[in-house]
């Protein structure tokens, strides 16, 4: 088989074309989001961060379905970058809350609006409404329970 050819055989298949698409999505939002000294999972933490009550890294962690060591790092990345600052917990004092600092803020401002530019520019081959469809499209599918494969026996 040719790579044309290949590449034809995997057109249609989901995980060939999400992946994909999703590669291209991640190259856009690197360079939209570089002017700000951050990536697109710093950007999350620092939106997860703008709850009203100040999270713990834990329940921030939570909140973005990724685990301990990795939200320590993510945290220590940003604490680094002086957009979030480690507290000690008024309810909890044995507790770390996350916040963001007033440079956290306003990087958060202006990356958030970097980001919407990029994904408006990104999905601009489609129809507004289409655009619309497939963002609501991708929340059902991420919202729906996980189905176990269906068995080949018998």
Do not use: W
């Amino acid at each position: 088989m040719t790579g044309d050819a290949t590449s034809e055989a995997l057109a249609s298949r989901l995980g060939y074309l999400l992946k994909h698409v999703q590669l291209r999505l991640a190259e856009q939002s690197a360079r939209a989001l570089a002017p700000f000294g951050i990536d697109g999972r710093e950007l999350a933490v620092l939106v997860v961060l703008t709850a009203q009550n100040p999270l713990s890294q834990l329940e921030a962690a939570g909140r973005l379905g990724v685990d301990r060591t990795t939200m320590v790092a993510l945290v220590d990345a940003l604490e680094r970058k002086g957009l979030v600052e480690r507290r000690r917990s008024e309810q909890d004092r044995r507790k770390n809350t996350v916040q963001l600092t007033p440079a956290g803020q306003d990087c958060l401002r202006g990356a958030e609006r970097a980001r919407e530019e990029m994904e408006r520019q990104f999905l601009a081959p489609l129809a507004a409404r289409d655009a619309d469809r497939l963002v609501l499209t991708l929340q059902t599918l991420l919202a729906a329970p996980d189905r176990p494969a269906p068995s080949n026996a018998g």
